[in-house]
């Protein structure tokens, strides 16, 4: 069945530093894929997507190809910031195998020091 | 627009009891989710619910049963509550686009309950 891997946390940077959270997938069909991020105590909200293959999504300085050939969706951020600590998760839906639900990666727990 | 709110936010349990967490969405979407949060696991889909009436079983659904009598509403249930379903749960909702492939519009969530059963 379709699913995602994302790369274990936790993930310790300093403010400015560059980040990438590695994602890769499996998925028959057209699946799209999103980045979640949930903030301490509150609930999951959407970082940003993309649909189809090559798209870029983008939000907040955070960005993610959609890259078929690699079946990967990683993502980056030039110069993060102590307010981006949070779980990041990983997720595609619309594959074949997982019409009409979201397949979440584990989560990888982001910190940042000032 | 509240979004998706969860009633209650925080319920301790005694093993055995039943309880049951309501979920409701004021957006007129028509897909709705259960999902629980642990540790190192992600999130887990317990049930879910593809429009009003209707119900499926996710990837744990085990001891939960869920209802959807109205659009907005998705009701979780415990019938007799075991220390393994302490957890968080999330509800969360979303359009459905109806494409083929099961193309799917983003999820939003609700911002969780904290169930402890002893």
């Known amino acids: 069945g379709d699913s995602v891997t994302q790369m274990e946390g936790p993930v310790t940077l300093s403010e400015e530093a560059f980040l990438t959270i590695n994602c890769t997938y499996t998925?028959?069909?057209?699946?799209?894929l999103f980045w979640y991020v949930q903030y301490p105590g509150e609930g999951l909200q959407l970082l940003l997507k993309?649909?189809?293959?090559?798209d870029k999504g983008s939000n907040k300085g955070f960005e993610a190809t959609y890259r078929k050939e690699t079946t990967s969706f990683h993502l980056e951020k030039g110069s993060v910031q102590v307010s981006d600590s949070a779980v990041y998760f990983c997720?595609?839906?619309?594959?074949?195998?997982?019409?009409?639900?979201?397949?979440f990666g584990s989560g990888t727990r982001l910190s940042i020091r000032p | 627009n509240a979004g998706v709110t969860q009633t209650p936010k925080f319920r301790v349990l005694k093993t055995g009891q039943s309880m049951t967490l309501l979920c409701a969405q004021d957006?007129?979407?028509?897909?709705m989710y259960w999902y629980r949060q642990d540790p190192g696991m992600g999130l887990r889909l317990i049930h879910y619910?593809?429009?009003?009436?209707?119900?499926a079983k996710g990837e744990v659904p085990d001891g939960y049963n869920v209802s959807r009598l109205k659009k907005q509403n998705f009701l979780l249930g415990l019938e007799s509550a075991a220390p393994s379903q302490t957890s968080v749960y999330f509800c969360?909702?979303?359009?459905?686009?109806?494409?083929?492939?099961?193309?799917?519009?983003?999820?939003?969530f609700g911002p969780g309950t904290r169930l402890l059963v002893l």
């Open positions: 969360a909702s979303s359009y459905s686009t109806g494409t083929s492939g099961g193309q799917q519009e983003t999820q939003y």
């Open positions: 998925a028959t069909g057209y699946p799209s």
């Open positions: 993309a649909t189809k293959a090559d």
């Open positions: 997720a595609l839906s619309g594959g074949y195998s997982s019409a009409s639900k979201i397949i």
């Open positions: 957006m007129n979407h028509e897909y």
């Open positions: 619910s593809v429009g009003e009436g209707t119900t």
